[in-house]
Nanobody, 114 residues
């Protein structure tokens, strides 16, 4: 059974940092790209970043380039390091995999506010 469990969200001041974690189970992480999405209140869910298992390359939406870094951690974990956070980064962040069945985690809230 595929499961994705996010953690690491919280309240942080503008300019601060957070590291989100996605714990995966039920599939072989090396075989599938993993993505992070986010959904802000009143907005559609948007893709933020993804990592390809073949070479570990990360891809980013323009609004987060240079501030967010996606990485793998061993056989079961994916991380999203978030630096220089802005109020517009406030959202629920979701981990996602397409195996090709689509699976979402439950999400973790990130709030950037002074």
């Amino acid at each position: 059974q595929v499961q994705l469990v996010e953690s690491g969200g919280g309240l942080v001041q503008p300019g601060g940092s957070l590291r989100l974690s996605c714990a995966t189970s039920g599939f072989t992480l090396d075989y599938y790209a993993i993505a992070w999405f986010r959904q802000a209140p009143g907005k559609e869910r948007e893709g933020v970043s993804c990592i390809t298992p073949s070479d570990g390359s990360g891809y980013y939406v323009d609004s987060v380039k240079g501030r967010l870094t996606i990485s793998g951690g061993g056989a079961k974990m994916v991380y999203l390091q978030m630096n220089s956070l802005k109020p517009e980064d406030t959202a629920v962040y979701y981990c996602y995999v397409d195996t090709p069945q689509r699976y979402w985690g439950q999400g973790t809230q990130v709030t950037v506010s002074s």
